[in-house]
RNA sequence: GGCGCCGUACCCAAGUGGUAAGGGAGAGGUCUGCAAAACCUUUAUGCACCGGUUCGAAUCCGGUCGGCGCCUCCA
Protein backbone atom coordinates (compact mmCIF):
# COMPACT_ATOMS: atom_id res chain seq x y z
CA UNK A 1 0.00 0.00 0.00
CA UNK A 2 1.22 3.23 -0.78
CA UNK A 3 1.24 6.35 1.75
CA UNK A 4 -1.07 9.24 0.17
CA UNK A 5 -0.52 12.91 1.63
CA UNK A 6 -1.61 15.94 0.79
CA UNK A 7 0.80 18.38 -1.09
CA UNK A 8 0.16 21.89 0.09
CA UNK A 9 1.77 23.53 -3.67
CA UNK A 10 -0.46 20.77 -5.63
CA UNK A 11 -3.39 21.73 -3.03
CA UNK A 12 -3.86 17.48 -3.57
CA UNK A 13 -3.32 14.07 -2.22
CA UNK A 14 -0.64 12.44 -3.77
CA UNK A 15 1.15 9.25 -3.32
CA UNK A 16 4.24 9.67 -1.61
CA UNK A 17 7.66 8.94 -3.45
CA UNK A 18 10.57 9.93 -1.66
CA UNK A 19 14.04 10.91 -3.50
CA UNK A 20 16.29 7.96 -2.19
CA UNK A 21 14.16 5.06 -2.15
CA UNK A 22 13.46 3.63 0.93
CA UNK A 23 14.72 6.90 2.64
CA UNK A 24 12.96 9.90 4.10
CA UNK A 25 14.59 13.28 4.91
CA UNK A 26 12.14 15.34 6.51
CA UNK A 27 12.53 18.63 8.61
CA UNK A 28 9.93 20.54 10.60
CA UNK A 29 9.67 24.13 11.80
CA UNK A 30 10.09 23.78 15.46
CA UNK A 31 9.21 26.78 18.70
CA UNK A 32 10.25 29.71 19.04
CA UNK A 33 11.63 29.77 22.50
CA UNK A 34 10.85 33.01 24.06
CA UNK A 35 7.90 31.66 26.46
CA UNK A 36 6.35 28.01 27.12
CA UNK A 37 4.67 26.72 23.76
CA UNK A 38 1.21 26.63 24.11
CA UNK A 39 -1.54 23.49 23.15
CA UNK A 40 -2.20 25.00 19.75
CA UNK A 41 1.49 24.96 19.37
CA UNK A 42 1.90 21.36 20.46
CA UNK A 43 -0.40 20.29 17.76
CA UNK A 44 1.84 21.00 15.12
CA UNK A 45 4.68 18.83 16.71
CA UNK A 46 2.08 15.27 17.35
CA UNK A 47 0.89 15.80 13.63
CA UNK A 48 4.61 15.86 12.46
CA UNK A 49 5.18 12.88 15.16
CA UNK A 50 2.57 11.15 13.36
CA UNK A 51 3.63 11.80 9.90
CA UNK A 52 7.18 10.34 10.91
CA UNK A 53 5.69 7.21 12.67
CA UNK A 54 3.53 6.35 9.57
CA UNK A 55 6.47 6.92 7.17
CA UNK A 56 8.27 4.47 9.46
CA UNK A 57 5.37 2.00 9.24
CA UNK A 58 5.56 1.88 5.51
CA UNK A 59 9.35 1.00 5.90
CA UNK A 60 10.84 4.07 5.18
CA UNK A 61 13.84 4.94 6.95
CA UNK A 62 13.45 8.61 8.47
CA UNK A 63 16.21 11.37 8.97
CA UNK A 64 13.97 13.83 11.11
CA UNK A 65 15.20 17.78 11.84
CA UNK A 66 14.23 20.03 13.40
CA UNK A 67 14.87 23.76 14.55
CA UNK A 68 14.83 25.54 17.51
CA UNK A 69 14.19 29.90 16.70
CA UNK A 70 16.31 31.00 19.49
CA UNK A 71 17.15 34.40 18.19
CA UNK A 72 14.31 36.94 18.87
CA UNK A 73 11.71 38.52 16.82
CA UNK A 74 9.49 40.95 16.82
CA UNK A 75 6.95 40.96 19.93
CA UNK A 76 3.78 42.37 18.40
CA UNK A 77 1.88 43.55 16.21
CA UNK A 78 3.63 46.88 15.76
CA UNK A 79 6.73 47.92 14.09
CA UNK A 80 7.98 49.54 17.15
CA UNK A 81 7.58 46.42 19.19
CA UNK A 82 10.27 45.03 21.10
CA UNK A 83 12.35 41.75 20.81
CA UNK A 84 10.23 38.82 22.12
CA UNK A 85 13.35 37.36 23.52
CA UNK A 86 14.14 40.55 24.92
CA UNK A 87 11.06 41.42 26.67
CA UNK A 88 11.11 38.16 28.34
CA UNK A 89 14.58 38.13 29.21
CA UNK A 90 14.19 41.83 31.22
CA UNK A 91 10.88 40.42 32.66
CA UNK A 92 12.41 37.55 34.03
CA UNK A 93 15.74 38.91 34.63
CA UNK A 94 17.46 36.62 32.71
CA UNK A 95 19.45 37.05 29.72
CA UNK A 96 18.56 35.86 26.48
CA UNK A 97 20.36 32.99 26.25
CA UNK A 98 18.96 31.14 29.83
CA UNK A 99 15.50 32.49 28.28
CA UNK A 100 15.93 30.19 25.18
CA UNK A 101 17.51 27.50 27.18
CA UNK A 102 15.15 27.27 29.76
CA UNK A 103 12.10 27.32 27.19
CA UNK A 104 13.73 24.58 24.67
CA UNK A 105 14.53 22.35 27.88
CA UNK A 106 10.47 22.99 28.92
CA UNK A 107 9.61 22.44 25.17
CA UNK A 108 11.40 18.72 25.16
CA UNK A 109 9.58 18.41 28.70
CA UNK A 110 6.39 18.66 26.84
CA UNK A 111 7.08 16.55 23.43
CA UNK A 112 8.33 13.75 25.85
CA UNK A 113 5.34 13.68 27.74
CA UNK A 114 3.13 13.81 24.16
CA UNK A 115 4.88 10.53 23.06
CA UNK A 116 6.28 12.66 19.92
CA UNK A 117 9.76 10.51 19.26
CA UNK A 118 12.58 13.05 19.47
CA UNK A 119 13.43 14.79 16.44
CA UNK A 120 17.26 12.47 14.85
CA UNK A 121 18.91 16.64 14.89
CA UNK A 122 17.31 19.43 16.62
CA UNK A 123 19.19 22.04 15.82
CA UNK A 124 19.30 25.75 17.54
CA UNK A 125 19.49 28.83 15.38
CA UNK A 126 22.11 30.84 17.26
CA UNK A 127 24.51 27.41 16.28
CA UNK A 128 24.63 28.31 12.96
CA UNK A 129 24.99 31.64 11.92
CA UNK A 130 28.20 31.19 9.71
CA UNK A 131 25.74 28.54 7.56
CA UNK A 132 23.13 32.04 7.24
CA UNK A 133 25.76 34.26 6.34
CA UNK A 134 27.40 31.72 3.80
CA UNK A 135 23.75 31.38 2.18
CA UNK A 136 23.23 35.06 2.27
CA UNK A 137 26.47 35.56 0.81
CA UNK A 138 25.59 33.07 -1.79
CA UNK A 139 22.69 35.06 -2.94
CA UNK A 140 24.33 38.19 -2.85
CA UNK A 141 26.61 36.97 -5.33
CA UNK A 142 23.98 35.70 -7.64
CA UNK A 143 22.34 39.42 -7.46
CA UNK A 144 19.58 38.35 -5.67
CA UNK A 145 19.64 40.62 -2.40
CA UNK A 146 20.55 44.76 -1.91
CA UNK A 147 21.40 46.57 0.79
CA UNK A 148 19.23 49.57 1.80
CA UNK A 149 19.01 51.45 5.42
CA UNK A 150 21.82 48.77 6.99
CA UNK A 151 19.68 45.57 6.40
CA UNK A 152 19.94 43.00 3.05
CA UNK A 153 16.94 42.07 1.58
CA UNK A 154 16.02 39.33 -0.65
CA UNK A 155 14.57 41.10 -3.88
CA UNK A 156 11.48 39.06 -4.58
CA UNK A 157 11.59 40.46 -8.39
CA UNK A 158 14.99 38.10 -9.12
CA UNK A 159 12.71 35.24 -8.16
CA UNK A 160 9.95 35.21 -10.78
CA UNK A 161 8.06 31.71 -9.09
CA UNK A 162 7.76 34.30 -5.99
CA UNK A 163 4.15 33.36 -4.30
CA UNK A 164 3.67 30.26 -6.27
CA UNK A 165 3.74 28.06 -3.89
CA UNK A 166 1.09 29.38 -1.94
CA UNK A 167 -1.10 30.68 -4.59
CA UNK A 168 -0.18 34.61 -3.96
CA UNK A 169 -1.51 37.39 -5.98
CA UNK A 170 1.02 39.79 -5.71
CA UNK A 171 -0.99 42.92 -6.86
CA UNK A 172 -3.98 42.09 -4.16
CA UNK A 173 -1.74 41.40 -1.33
CA UNK A 174 -2.32 44.80 1.07
CA UNK A 175 1.11 45.16 2.28
CA UNK A 176 1.20 47.28 4.76
CA UNK A 177 -2.08 46.66 5.74
CA UNK A 178 -1.72 46.32 8.93
CA UNK A 179 2.12 47.14 9.71
CA UNK A 180 3.61 50.24 8.82
CA UNK A 181 5.45 50.18 5.40
CA UNK A 182 9.57 49.30 5.64
CA UNK A 183 10.36 52.15 3.79
CA UNK A 184 13.89 50.56 2.32
CA UNK A 185 12.42 48.03 0.74
CA UNK A 186 11.65 48.24 -3.05
CA UNK A 187 8.88 45.95 -2.98
CA UNK A 188 6.86 45.54 -0.24
CA UNK A 189 7.18 41.63 -0.14
CA UNK A 190 10.61 41.41 -0.19
CA UNK A 191 12.41 40.48 3.22
CA UNK A 192 15.13 40.67 5.25
CA UNK A 193 18.24 37.96 5.11
CA UNK A 194 20.28 40.34 7.85
CA UNK A 195 19.93 43.32 9.97
CA UNK A 196 22.12 45.64 11.11
CA UNK A 197 19.73 48.21 11.95
CA UNK A 198 17.58 47.00 14.41
CA UNK A 199 13.95 48.38 14.11
CA UNK A 200 14.01 48.23 17.93
CA UNK A 201 16.38 49.44 20.59
CA UNK A 202 18.49 46.92 22.25
CA UNK A 203 19.04 43.82 20.40
CA UNK A 204 21.19 41.00 22.75
CA UNK A 205 22.30 39.03 20.13
CA UNK A 206 24.59 40.04 17.33
CA UNK A 207 26.84 38.56 15.58
CA UNK A 208 29.58 40.16 12.89
CA UNK A 209 28.53 39.68 9.14
CA UNK A 210 30.06 41.31 6.09
CA UNK A 211 27.74 43.71 6.14
CA UNK A 212 28.02 44.14 9.83
CA UNK A 213 27.28 43.39 13.23
CA UNK A 214 23.83 42.26 13.39
CA UNK A 215 21.43 38.89 12.91
CA UNK A 216 19.90 37.13 10.41
CA UNK A 217 16.63 37.53 9.43
CA UNK A 218 13.61 34.62 10.57
CA UNK A 219 13.45 32.60 7.36
CA UNK A 220 17.19 32.28 6.59
CA UNK A 221 17.83 29.92 9.84
CA UNK A 222 14.89 27.20 8.10
CA UNK A 223 17.01 26.85 4.73
CA UNK A 224 20.38 26.73 6.32
CA UNK A 225 20.24 24.37 8.41
CA UNK A 226 17.50 22.30 6.43
CA UNK A 227 20.33 22.06 3.77
CA UNK A 228 23.50 21.56 6.03
CA UNK A 229 21.54 18.45 7.49
CA UNK A 230 19.22 17.09 4.96
CA UNK A 231 20.71 18.15 1.85
CA UNK A 232 19.93 20.76 -0.90
CA UNK A 233 17.23 18.66 -1.79
CA UNK A 234 15.02 16.54 0.51
CA UNK A 235 11.39 15.37 0.55
CA UNK A 236 9.25 16.57 2.97
CA UNK A 237 8.82 20.02 5.14
CA UNK A 238 6.54 20.38 7.58
CA UNK A 239 4.98 23.00 9.72
CA UNK A 240 1.78 25.29 10.67
CA UNK A 241 -0.20 26.38 8.12
CA UNK A 242 0.27 30.04 8.93
CA UNK A 243 3.43 29.84 7.61
CA UNK A 244 2.14 28.98 3.52
CA UNK A 245 2.03 32.55 2.82
CA UNK A 246 5.25 34.13 4.20
CA UNK A 247 7.42 32.13 6.54
CA UNK A 248 7.54 29.25 3.51
CA UNK A 249 7.33 31.39 0.80
CA UNK A 250 10.42 33.18 1.77
CA UNK A 251 12.67 29.96 2.89
CA UNK A 252 11.38 28.86 -0.76
CA UNK A 253 12.60 31.89 -2.44
CA UNK A 254 15.73 32.00 -1.15
CA UNK A 255 16.70 27.71 -0.89
CA UNK A 256 15.87 27.96 -4.32
CA UNK A 257 17.52 31.18 -5.74
CA UNK A 258 20.54 29.87 -3.81
CA UNK A 259 21.00 26.59 -5.51
CA UNK A 260 18.80 26.59 -8.53
CA UNK A 261 16.86 23.50 -7.79
CA UNK A 262 13.57 22.67 -6.35
CA UNK A 263 13.90 22.66 -2.45
CA UNK A 264 11.15 20.24 -1.38
CA UNK A 265 9.13 18.20 -2.67
CA UNK A 266 6.30 17.57 -0.28
CA UNK A 267 4.84 20.22 1.82
CA UNK A 268 2.73 19.14 5.06
CA UNK A 269 1.03 21.80 6.84
CA UNK A 270 -1.23 21.18 9.64
CA UNK A 271 -4.34 23.41 10.95
CA UNK A 272 -4.88 25.14 13.78
CA UNK A 273 -6.45 24.13 17.27
CA UNK A 274 -8.98 26.97 18.01
CA UNK A 275 -10.60 28.10 21.00
CA UNK A 276 -14.75 28.88 20.96
CA UNK A 277 -13.24 32.78 20.50
CA UNK A 278 -10.52 32.06 18.02
CA UNK A 279 -6.95 30.78 18.37
CA UNK A 280 -4.43 30.67 20.78
CA UNK A 281 -1.27 33.27 20.14
CA UNK A 282 1.91 33.19 21.93
CA UNK A 283 1.49 36.96 22.03
CA UNK A 284 -1.42 37.97 23.04
CA UNK A 285 -0.02 35.74 26.10
CA UNK A 286 -3.84 34.31 26.44
CA UNK A 287 -2.94 30.33 26.46
CA UNK A 288 -2.94 26.59 27.97
CA UNK A 289 -0.20 24.78 28.54
CA UNK A 290 0.32 21.49 28.62
CA UNK A 291 1.53 21.70 32.81
CA UNK A 292 -2.15 23.30 33.00
CA UNK A 293 -3.93 20.82 31.69
CA UNK A 294 -1.93 18.59 33.80
CA UNK A 295 -2.89 20.81 36.79
CA UNK A 296 -6.38 20.49 35.76
CA UNK A 297 -6.21 16.48 36.02
CA UNK A 298 -5.37 15.82 32.64
CA UNK A 299 -2.57 13.09 31.37
CA UNK A 300 -1.06 14.76 28.67
CA UNK A 301 -1.93 11.74 26.66
CA UNK A 302 -5.27 12.45 26.64
CA UNK A 303 -4.91 15.41 25.15
CA UNK A 304 -2.87 13.93 22.00
CA UNK A 305 -5.51 11.38 22.15
CA UNK A 306 -8.34 14.46 21.10
CA UNK A 307 -5.55 15.67 18.55
CA UNK A 308 -6.15 12.33 16.97
CA UNK A 309 -9.75 12.32 16.51
CA UNK A 310 -9.60 15.07 14.16
CA UNK A 311 -7.84 15.02 10.87
CA UNK A 312 -5.05 17.43 11.23
CA UNK A 313 -5.97 19.73 7.83
CA UNK A 314 -9.11 20.50 9.91
CA UNK A 315 -9.39 23.23 12.66
CA UNK A 316 -10.39 21.65 15.89
CA UNK A 317 -12.14 23.01 18.39
CA UNK A 318 -10.84 22.73 21.92
CA UNK A 319 -13.03 23.16 24.84
CA UNK A 320 -12.96 21.63 28.40
CA UNK A 321 -15.65 18.97 27.55
CA UNK A 322 -14.35 17.97 24.65
CA UNK A 323 -10.83 17.03 26.34
CA UNK A 324 -12.85 15.51 28.80
CA UNK A 325 -14.47 13.34 26.39
CA UNK A 326 -11.22 12.07 24.99
CA UNK A 327 -9.76 11.39 28.69
CA UNK A 328 -12.76 9.47 29.04
CA UNK A 329 -12.75 7.79 25.72
CA UNK A 330 -8.47 7.03 26.04
CA UNK A 331 -9.23 5.67 29.13
CA UNK A 332 -12.15 3.15 28.00
CA UNK A 333 -9.80 2.27 25.81
CA UNK A 334 -7.06 1.25 27.86
CA UNK A 335 -9.42 -0.51 30.08
CA UNK A 336 -10.46 -3.09 27.54
CA UNK A 337 -6.37 -3.55 26.89
CA UNK A 338 -6.15 -4.21 30.11
CA UNK A 339 -8.73 -6.67 29.73
CA UNK A 340 -7.38 -8.33 26.89
CA UNK A 341 -4.21 -8.57 28.71
CA UNK A 342 -5.62 -10.26 30.91
CA UNK A 343 -7.46 -12.56 29.00
CA UNK A 344 -4.57 -13.36 27.04
CA UNK A 345 -3.38 -14.58 30.30
CA UNK A 346 -5.38 -17.10 30.98
CA UNK A 347 -6.13 -18.08 27.34
CA UNK A 348 -6.04 -21.75 26.00
CA UNK A 349 -2.56 -22.38 24.03
CA UNK A 350 -4.35 -22.79 21.05
CA UNK A 351 -6.48 -19.60 20.21
CA UNK A 352 -9.01 -19.61 17.25
CA UNK A 353 -12.22 -17.09 16.20
CA UNK A 354 -12.26 -14.62 13.69
CA UNK A 355 -8.85 -12.56 13.22
CA UNK A 356 -7.44 -9.13 13.32
CA UNK A 357 -6.65 -9.11 9.75
CA UNK A 358 -9.82 -6.86 8.30
CA UNK A 359 -9.29 -4.60 11.36
CA UNK A 360 -5.63 -4.21 10.73
CA UNK A 361 -6.30 -3.63 6.93
CA UNK A 362 -8.69 -0.83 7.64
CA UNK A 363 -6.48 0.90 9.81
CA UNK A 364 -3.52 0.45 7.40
CA UNK A 365 -5.70 2.03 4.11
CA UNK A 366 -6.89 4.85 6.62
CA UNK A 367 -3.32 5.78 7.93
CA UNK A 368 -2.26 5.52 3.94
CA UNK A 369 -5.18 8.15 3.04
CA UNK A 370 -3.39 11.47 4.40
CA UNK A 371 -3.38 10.07 7.66
CA UNK A 372 -7.04 9.92 9.06
CA UNK A 373 -6.31 9.09 12.29
CA UNK A 374 -9.66 9.43 13.39
CA UNK A 375 -10.78 6.64 11.49
CA UNK A 376 -8.19 4.66 12.83
CA UNK A 377 -8.92 5.60 16.48
CA UNK A 378 -12.48 4.05 14.93
CA UNK A 379 -10.52 0.60 13.78
CA UNK A 380 -8.73 0.43 16.77
CA UNK A 381 -12.28 0.41 18.80
CA UNK A 382 -13.51 -2.29 16.66
CA UNK A 383 -10.45 -4.60 17.15
CA UNK A 384 -10.68 -4.06 21.09
CA UNK A 385 -14.67 -4.56 20.90
CA UNK A 386 -14.57 -7.66 19.00
CA UNK A 387 -13.74 -10.55 21.63
CA UNK A 388 -13.80 -13.17 18.63
CA UNK A 389 -10.27 -12.06 18.21
CA UNK A 390 -7.86 -14.39 19.94
CA UNK A 391 -6.20 -11.61 22.99
CA UNK A 392 -3.34 -12.11 21.68
CA UNK A 393 -3.38 -11.66 17.96
CA UNK A 394 -5.49 -8.45 18.91
CA UNK A 395 -2.83 -7.48 21.62
CA UNK A 396 -0.20 -7.78 18.24
CA UNK A 397 -2.41 -6.01 16.29
CA UNK A 398 -2.51 -3.19 18.73
CA UNK A 399 0.77 -2.98 19.48
CA UNK A 400 1.20 -2.21 15.81
CA UNK A 401 -1.32 0.67 15.73
CA UNK A 402 0.01 2.46 18.18
CA UNK A 403 3.41 2.50 16.64
CA UNK A 404 1.62 5.30 14.53
CA UNK A 405 -0.91 6.19 17.43
CA UNK A 406 1.75 7.01 19.78
CA UNK A 407 -0.65 6.70 22.78
CA UNK A 408 1.15 3.94 24.93
CA UNK A 409 -1.52 1.83 24.86
CA UNK A 410 -0.26 -1.01 26.27
CA UNK A 411 1.79 0.28 28.17
CA UNK A 412 -0.70 2.15 29.68
CA UNK A 413 -2.74 -1.25 30.12
CA UNK A 414 0.21 -2.95 31.68
CA UNK A 415 1.04 0.02 34.28
CA UNK A 416 -2.55 -0.35 35.45
CA UNK A 417 -2.54 -3.97 36.04
CA UNK A 418 0.64 -3.23 38.05
CA UNK A 419 -1.14 -0.78 40.13
CA UNK A 420 -3.63 -3.68 40.75
CA UNK A 421 -0.31 -5.94 42.19
CA UNK A 422 1.52 -3.04 43.88
CA UNK A 423 2.73 -5.27 46.72
CA UNK A 424 2.82 -3.28 49.61
CA UNK A 425 -0.60 -1.48 49.09
CA UNK A 426 -1.74 -5.14 47.29
CA UNK A 427 -1.80 -7.44 51.14
CA UNK A 428 -3.44 -4.68 53.04
CA UNK A 429 -6.26 -3.69 50.28
CA UNK A 430 -6.43 -7.78 49.86
CA UNK A 431 -7.35 -8.05 53.43
CA UNK A 432 -10.02 -5.53 53.53
CA UNK A 433 -11.85 -6.75 50.94
CA UNK A 434 -11.83 -10.28 52.39
CA UNK A 435 -13.08 -8.37 55.39
CA UNK A 436 -15.52 -6.91 53.32
CA UNK A 437 -16.81 -9.77 51.10
CA UNK A 438 -17.10 -11.50 54.50
CA UNK A 439 -19.13 -8.90 55.54
CA UNK A 440 -21.35 -8.68 52.58
CA UNK A 441 -21.88 -12.53 53.02
CA UNK A 442 -23.06 -11.94 56.27
CA UNK A 443 -25.39 -9.13 55.02
CA UNK A 444 -23.64 -6.56 57.31
CA UNK A 445 -23.96 -4.11 54.59
CA UNK A 446 -23.20 -0.97 56.54
CA UNK A 447 -19.67 -2.84 57.62
CA UNK A 448 -19.48 -3.81 54.09
CA UNK A 449 -20.02 0.06 52.81
CA UNK A 450 -17.78 1.77 55.20
CA UNK A 451 -14.79 -0.08 54.21
CA UNK A 452 -15.37 0.26 50.48
CA UNK A 453 -15.73 4.07 51.51
CA UNK A 454 -12.80 3.97 53.66
CA UNK A 455 -10.56 2.47 50.58
CA UNK A 456 -12.56 4.79 47.85
CA UNK A 457 -11.42 7.80 50.64
CA UNK A 458 -7.48 6.36 50.08
CA UNK A 459 -7.86 6.53 46.13
CA UNK A 460 -8.74 2.58 46.03
CA UNK A 461 -12.02 1.98 43.80
CA UNK A 462 -13.51 -1.74 44.37
CA UNK A 463 -15.20 -3.53 40.91
CA UNK A 464 -16.82 -6.39 42.11
CA UNK A 465 -17.43 -8.90 38.96
CA UNK A 466 -18.63 -12.14 38.37
CA UNK A 467 -15.29 -13.33 39.16
CA UNK A 468 -14.61 -11.67 42.71
CA UNK A 469 -13.70 -8.22 43.70
CA UNK A 470 -10.89 -6.48 41.61
CA UNK A 471 -9.37 -2.82 42.84
CA UNK A 472 -7.51 -0.22 41.52
CA UNK A 473 -6.51 3.54 41.99
CA UNK A 474 -9.06 5.96 41.23
CA UNK A 475 -8.31 8.86 39.23
C1' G B 1 -9.77 44.88 0.33
C1' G B 2 -7.44 40.02 -1.22
C1' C B 3 -6.59 34.70 -0.36
C1' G B 4 -8.05 30.13 2.00
C1' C B 5 -10.86 26.87 5.18
C1' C B 6 -15.29 25.49 7.57
C1' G B 7 -20.75 24.98 9.11
C1' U B 8 -22.75 17.03 10.33
C1' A B 9 -26.79 14.87 17.00
C1' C B 10 -26.05 17.69 23.64
C1' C B 11 -20.11 17.91 22.93
C1' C B 12 -15.59 16.51 19.83
C1' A B 13 -15.54 14.53 15.07
C1' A B 14 -15.14 11.01 10.23
C1' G B 15 -17.33 10.77 5.74
C1' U B 16 -16.49 14.64 -0.99
C1' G B 17 -22.07 11.17 -5.70
C1' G B 18 -25.17 5.55 -3.71
C1' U B 19 -28.39 6.35 1.01
C1' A B 20 -24.94 9.35 7.99
C1' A B 21 -17.67 5.98 11.21
C1' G B 22 -15.93 6.46 16.08
C1' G B 23 -15.49 8.51 21.00
C1' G B 24 -17.76 11.30 25.05
C1' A B 25 -22.28 12.67 27.45
C1' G B 26 -27.57 11.21 28.08
C1' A B 27 -31.54 7.36 28.35
C1' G B 28 -33.20 2.24 29.02
C1' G B 29 -31.65 -2.64 30.41
C1' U B 30 -28.53 -6.97 32.39
C1' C B 31 -25.63 -7.76 36.70
C1' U B 32 -25.51 -6.02 42.06
C1' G B 33 -27.79 -6.15 48.88
C1' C B 34 -27.09 -1.07 47.08
C1' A B 35 -23.51 1.32 44.32
C1' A B 36 -19.43 1.44 41.11
C1' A B 37 -17.39 -1.06 37.12
C1' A B 38 -18.50 -4.06 33.11
C1' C B 39 -21.68 -5.52 29.26
C1' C B 40 -26.03 -4.87 25.94
C1' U B 41 -29.52 -1.62 23.60
C1' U B 42 -30.64 3.23 22.26
C1' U B 43 -29.92 8.55 20.58
C1' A B 44 -29.48 12.97 13.12
C1' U B 45 -35.45 9.97 7.59
C1' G B 46 -31.16 13.91 8.09
C1' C B 47 -25.71 16.88 7.37
C1' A B 48 -26.64 26.03 8.25
C1' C B 49 -30.44 27.90 4.66
C1' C B 50 -32.50 28.49 -0.52
C1' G B 51 -32.33 27.04 -5.49
C1' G B 52 -30.07 23.85 -9.39
C1' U B 53 -27.63 19.32 -11.76
C1' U B 54 -28.52 13.90 -11.17
C1' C B 55 -32.10 7.80 -11.27
C1' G B 56 -29.69 9.26 -6.70
C1' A B 57 -26.35 14.95 -3.12
C1' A B 58 -23.99 15.92 3.49
C1' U B 59 -20.89 15.12 -0.86
C1' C B 60 -21.20 18.61 -7.38
C1' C B 61 -22.86 23.90 -9.13
C1' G B 62 -24.99 28.94 -7.90
C1' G B 63 -26.69 32.13 -4.11
C1' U B 64 -27.67 33.56 1.17
C1' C B 65 -26.39 33.55 6.28
C1' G B 66 -22.82 32.34 10.07
C1' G B 67 -17.85 31.01 12.01
C1' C B 68 -12.49 30.69 11.61
C1' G B 69 -7.58 31.36 9.66
C1' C B 70 -3.90 34.08 6.78
C1' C B 71 -2.19 38.72 4.37
C1' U B 72 2.30 40.92 11.14
C1' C B 73 6.10 37.22 14.92
C1' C B 74 2.99 32.92 15.03
C1' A B 75 1.83 25.78 15.05
Known sequence: MILKI??????????????????VRMYGCGPTVYTYAHIGNLRAYVCQDILRRALGFFGYSVTYVMNITDVGHLTGDVDTGDDKMVVSAREKKKTVWEIAEHYTDAFFVDVEKLNIA???????????????????KRLEDQGFTYVAGGNVYFDISKFPRYGDFAGLKLDDLKAGARIEKDPNKRNPLDFVLWFTSSKFGEQAMMWDSPWGRGYPGWHLECSAMSMKYLGEQFDIHAGGIDHVPVHHTNEIAQSEAATGKKWVNYWFHNEFLVMADGKMSKSSGTFTTLSALEAAGYDPLDYRYFLLGAHYRTQLQFSETALAGAQAGRRGLVERISGILRRA??????????DA????????????????????????WALVKDEAVPPREALGCIERMDSILGLGLLEQARAADAEDRDVTLSS????????????????????????????????????DGPEGTRWKKSS
Open 357 to 380: GEYFTAFTEHIANDLNTSRCLADL
Open 428 to 463: EVEQLIRERNDARRRRDFARADSIRDELLGRGIQLE
Open 345 to 354: EHAQSVESGS
Open 118 to 136: RPDTVCKATDHIPEMIALV
Open 6 to 23: YNTPSRRVEEFTPIEPGV
